[in-house]
Every structure is written in C-alpha cells, then in structure tokens.
C-alpha cells in the first residue's frame, strides 16, 4: 500500500545523520517531477528537529511513496523517519 504526506498538511523527513544528499538523490531518481514540489528544509537531521520541532507545510509534496522511499534510503545507509500530521488542520491556531 502507497503512503505518502498529506497534501497541502504539515509533515518532515529526519535523517539519522547529515547525509541529506543521499536522499535528495534518491527522491529525485524516484521522481523527478514531484522533486520540484520537495520543501525547502524538508528535510533535517534528528539534533536539528529536537532543537526547532517544527513542521513544514507540505503543499503538493504529496505522491512520494514514504515506504519505498524508507526502503531505499535504507539500502544505501542513510535510516531516515517521516512525520506527517495527517491533516492540515493539526497545527491550526483556530
């Protein structure tokens, strides 16, 4: 079964270490077109989560397999955990 982030939700992808470019890599040979839609600062290592524990708004980063992508980064080394909300409204001050 497919997973992936929650359109227009809030979500992050923490890396076990600063290998951020092993999985910028690996989304894009995924796919390059939902590359594009990636968020800045999207992804972050565990230090810097624990540090500032915010949540970035995911827009359109929403048809990346989040399994397949674990699965992947996994198999070059790099053990990554994805936090999605599940629903805009999670962090809504309404």
Known sequence: ????FTRN??????VNNSNFETVHEIILKMDEFEYEYLPEN?????N???ANPILIYTHKFDELDINE????C?????FIF???NGS???LSTS
Not at 9 to 14: A, F, Q, V
């Open 1 to 4: 079964m497919k997973r992936t």
């Open 9 to 14: 939700g809030y979500g992050r992808i923490i």
């Open 42 to 46: 999207f992804i972050t290592d565990w």
């Open 48 to 50: 810097s989560f624990l």
């Open 69 to 72: 992508l674990t699965i992947k």
């Open 74 to 78: 996994a198999s070059n080394g790099v």
């Open 82 to 84: 994805c936090l999605d």
């Open 88 to 90: 805009y409204e999670f």
